[in-house]
């Protein structure tokens, strides 16, 4: 089978890595890729917003799967010209890609089907929400109604911040059209967990559980990013809190899956709170979270084209999914300065340093006669697997000291229990 993946992140690189595995693909394609995938995929220079060209591409060499991976392109409504086209594919359609697009739309979605959540409230007008912050008591959460690649969430500690935040959104327009309207919600106090999903639009099976750490410094401090490290499994997903979550959010989110017409066919990433009051919705993600993928899928025991295949046919209930029992860690290497302005073009020394058994997946890079670079915010994830959470973790971080570049950020408390 020829399989294509779209997209150049770390997440695309560990989808690529796990389905290289699968004695069913015989070739990979990527777009537009990165250099670490290029050394087991082929990568094809065509951007993952063109969404025309990626079609001719997968229609003129007869592709047999195509595996969307940024959430851009599938709120642009990708996969329904791929679907339009006869294409097999996986991910949601636009409609149900609105699951992410829009934070207004998700919490209206979560509102409807009764699914826990913090209370919100949608805001069109800078002198609407200031009003309506005096609702909220402190401190409080803003987000951008649209995507804004993972940083259009603040967590505002006074009001002269949640102020600055909604002009921020509404008036300054710091993330662009994702700030066309805002969302104001209570700040929720807990343990902050994910849970990605396979889903085929009539059954859902979770994954095994994953941490982030969405700030960028050590200690849960500083401003959010994509995400600075994860590991599996997270240990505050128990046996009891699946089972509610189960109940109480994945039954009542397949049911509004269904009940909205969304044939959803692909992934669904849920984020959560573990509350007082059991597990909230924080937010819907319609694709593989980065970097919760780097660590879900090197856990990942069953053939992945298998999953895929049986997601697109609507026979995931039919699938054993088995898991392995080691850990996983993850540990992002950013630039300089991110998430703000930050160099690009930096040489990268130490990568062939790396222990064999570690997964060094490519967040951020560019080659060039040899020399790799860094070319994103988020550079490179490094990743190992161990039968325990400190022995990964104690690998990861003698690994990540290996390499260097200029302006090199990390934090160092990833996976410390």
């Not at 994702?178 to 967990?193: D, P, Q, S």
């Not at 109480?248 to 066919?265: A, H, N, S």
Request: charged content about 25%; glycine content about 10%; some cysteine.
């Amino acid at each position: 089978m020829k399989v294509l993946v779209i997209g150049g992140g770390g997440r695309e690189h560990a989808i690529v890595w796990k389905l290289n595995q699968s004695p069913q693909v015989s070739k990979i394609y990527c777009a537009p890729g990165n250099p670490g995938i290029a050394e087991i995929a082929e990568c094809i220079k065509i951007n993952e917003a063109e969404i025309q060209k990626l079609v001719e591409f997968s229609r003129e060499i007869s592709i047999d799967l195509v595996v969307v991976g940024p959430e851009k392109p599938l709120v642009a409504g990708i996969v329904d010209s791929f679907r339009k086209e006869g294409i097999r594919v996986i991910g949601p359609t636009q409609k149900g890609a609105q699951l992410e697009g829009s934070k207004s739309f998700s919490k209206k979605f979560m509102e409807k089907y009764k699914i826990p959540t913090a209370v919100y409230r949608e805001i069109n007008i800078y002198a609407e929400g200031i009003e309506a912050l005096k609702d909220y008591s402190l401190p409080v959460v803003l987000k951008a109604d649209g995507l804004a690649a993972g940083k259009g969430v603040l967590i505002c500690e006074t009001m002269e911040e949640a102020e600055k935040g909604l002009k921020d959104i509404l008036v300054d327009r710091v993330f662009e059209d994702a700030g066309n309207k805002a969302v104001i919600e209570e700040f929720l106090v807990g343990i902050e967990t994910s849970i990605l999903c396979f889903v085929d639009g009539e059954t859902i099976i979770p994954m095994v559980g994953s941490q982030d750490h969405k700030r960028i410094f050590d200690g849960d401090m500083g401003p959010n990013t994509g995400g600075m490290g994860t590991y599996s499994p997270n240990l505050v997903y128990t046996k009891q809190i699946a089972a509610e979550v189960e109940e109480k959010i994945l039954k009542p989110t397949l049911k509004g899956i269904q009940e909205e017409d969304m044939d959803y066919r692909g992934i669904l990433f849920i984020g959560l709170m573990i509350t007082e009051d059991g597990p909230k919705v924080l937010e819907y993600n319609v694709r593989f979270g980065d970097p919760e993928t780097q660590v879900v899928l090197t856990r990942l025991n069953t053939d992945l084209y298998e999953i895929f295949n049986s997601i697109e046919r609507k026979s995931l209930k039919s699938i054993d999914i088995s898991w392995s029992n080691e850990a996983a860690v993850c540990v992002i290497l950013a630039s300089g300065g991110y998430p703000g302005s930050y160099r690009k073009g930096i040489e990268i020394s130490g990568l062939d340093k790396i222990e064999t058994d570690i997964m060094l997946f490519h967040a951020g890079t560019k080659k060039e006669k040899g020399i790799t670079y860094t070319n994103d915010g988020r550079v490179l994830g490094v990743t190992a697997t161990a039968i325990t959470i400190e022995e990964a973790r104690k690998k990861v971080y003698e690994n990540v000291a290996k390499i260097s570049f200029d302006g090199m950020q990390y934090r160092r408390d990833i996976a410390i229990k």
